[in-house]
């Protein structure tokens, strides 16, 4: 019945997302997104609230026991700023794009609110809406979860999803326990002394001094983090020096850190500091470290885990429930809403070989068969109606 129900608001859907895709807007810039998302609620006949953490919607659907229990259902509104190939419902803005799958996002989670609000007076408890801004960039969940979109009520559960070009369309991606990676921002600076480059015994290379730290933080990862866990240093940026004949007496480098489990995060972290200062001393030179925490580890709760997985077989088939066999050190800021309530993040199969509906996200040429956003709305109005049926 959910199912059918869904496909039958598939022109809608795909009208709604099309017009996301056609007109996107970069992290914290969200606002013609926010008013459409808006405009959409109103015509639901669902309450609202927007400029949320500054372009963040909040709907709320209240069933027929507004003191039962609340669950959240999230999606991400920002796009990327990649030029897109030609489609015909490709960007307005000029090198702008969902490249992500966030306008698909944005348009299940209506789905799922049309056909919950549909039948708002049987829901047992109530449902909120979290149409979040800036998951690309500064992340917008955070900033939510500040302003108090898990409470009033509260919050008991939250559910996420993303679109899956590795999966074909009509599959779910399920994972227990770590999903996405923990990101930490690695910002460095080593301070030498100049000297003339025929002389460099005058001077404190901090060119060599930057060339002895990065080498010797690889071992954190290699001789430092229990081999059983997971962690990644690389720095991207580096830049010194003036003339090709002077010893460098600044290096700056920028960099990033990705873990799997907060002690490992921490006592990473720790080890980085250590060596960063010790390495620069031992050379003669010195280093001031920043670090900048990014996202936290995205951990899915088992219970919701099981949840997702039942909606799934139900609606789709045991065949087209896969379970991803390995988490991604990539990030997702859904993981603040999961470290405050039981949450679980899926992956929404959009893949179609013989519609060419087959390149990776973040690319210019990335796009999803339509046919997924019927599932997801299916998938996610599903996933509220047995928590509910779980809670009694």
Partial sequence: MIRKEAEQLLPWLSGIRRDFHMYPELGMEEYRTMD???GYLHDLNIPYEKNIANTGVVGMIEGSNPDGKTIALRADMDALPIYENDVPYRSRHEGKMHA????????????????????????PGNVKLLFQPAEETVGGAAPMIKEGVLENPRVDAVLGLHVAPELPVGSVGVKYGQMNASSDALVLTVHGEGAHAAYPAGGKDAIVIAAQIISALQTVVSRNV???????????TIS??????IIADRVHLQGTMRTLDPKTRAGALDRIQETVKNVAKGLGGSAELAIEPGYTALINNGRMVDLVKGVGVELLGEENVTFIPKPSLGVEDFSFFAAEVP???????????????????HTPRFDIDEHALAVGAAMQAGNVWRF????G
């Fill in 240 to 245: 010194g020096g003036t003339q090709p004949n």
């Fill in 36 to 38: 459409k998302i808006a």
């Fill in 388 to 391: 509910f049926r779980q809670q």
């Fill in 343 to 361: 949450g679980v993040f899926y992956r929404l199969g959009v893949r179609n070989e013989e519609k060419g509906i087959i390149h990776g996200g």
């Fill in 100 to 123: 992500c799958g966030h306008d698909a996002h944005m348009t299940i989670l209506l789905g799922a609110a049309c056909m919950l609000a549909s039948a708002r007076d049987e829901l």
């Fill in 226 to 236: 229990d081999a059983r866990e997971s962690a990644v240093v690389t720095f991207g």
